[in-house]
């Protein structure tokens, strides 16, 4: 069964320090992946997407992620934390067609 | 990509009572889903809505309890009917422009409490 795990319900990280967000997918085929970020009282907005191709995808805000399928990872990466950063982050695999599966969130905390 | 809107942002209702979400998109879309975020979790998907005929039910969630409608190609609404505190939960409404594999986008969700 397609399933995603995120092993970090919350991650607290300085202003400046980077960032990697762990994101493990259990799907049979070739995986179509993505991450979200959700600010407070806000809705899911799309970091990045990996279909197929470069294994290292660029999304916005600064952030990048890179697909490895021996691992069957996708952690999202930034090499400098903003305070505006701070949120909650989903990873989730489209499994063909129309489902999505989403992981259960990493909630990350940025101190000055 | 599209955009989506979704009134009202927020609401506080009282038990057996019923409210309709509204879900608008900028551009005509393929798809349209309804997904549930209770408090601190993650999504759970709802029911795909379908234009022209009734929605696509997951595992756990009923027409009865919430009826969905999507007239065209831009536009559907979700009903929590009933409701009882458990259904307090963010609803967010998805879109996706073609009918393969392809990515969601999601609107601002609305919060519901129900007392």
């Known amino acids: 069964a397609q399933s995603v795990t995120q092993p970090d319900i919350h991650i607290t990280v300085s202003e400046g320090a980077s960032l990697e967000l762990r994101c493990n997918y259990s799907?049979?085929?070739?995986?179509?992946l993505f991450w979200y970020v959700q600010s407070p009282g806000q809705g899911l907005q799309l970091l990045l997407k990996y279909f197929s191709g470069d294994t290292l995808v660029q999304g916005i805000k600064g952030f990048e992620a890179e697909f490895k399928r021996s691992q069957s990872s996708f952690n999202l990466r930034k090499p400098s934390v903003h305070w505006s950063d701070a949120a909650e982050y989903f990873c989730a695999v489209a499994a063909g067609g129309n489902q999505f599966y989403f992981g259960t969130g990493t909630s990350l905390t940025v101190i000055p | 990509s599209a955009v989506i809107s979704q009134k009202p942002s927020r609401d506080i209702c009282q038990r057996g009572t019923s409210l309709t979400i509204q879900c608008q998109v900028d551009?005509?879309?393929?798809?349209m889903f309804w997904y549930r975020q209770q408090p601190g979790q993650s999504l759970t998907l709802i029911a795909t809505?379908?234009?022209?005929?009734?929605?696509?039910?997951e595992s756990g969630f009923v027409i009865d309890k919430f009826p969905i409608s999507r007239p065209n190609l831009t536009f559907s609404t979700l009903t929590v009917s009933n409701m009882s505190p458990e259904d307090s939960s963010i609803y967010l409404c998805?879109?996706?422009?073609?009918?393969?594999?392809?990515?969601?986008?999601f609107g601002p969700g609305t919060r519901l409490t129900v007392l």
């Open positions: 809505a379908n234009q022209g005929s009734e929605a696509t039910y």
């Open positions: 998805s879109a996706k422009t073609s009918g393969g594999v392809d990515t969601q986008y």
């Open positions: 799907y049979g085929a070739t995986p179509y």
């Open positions: 551009s005509q879309v393929t798809m």
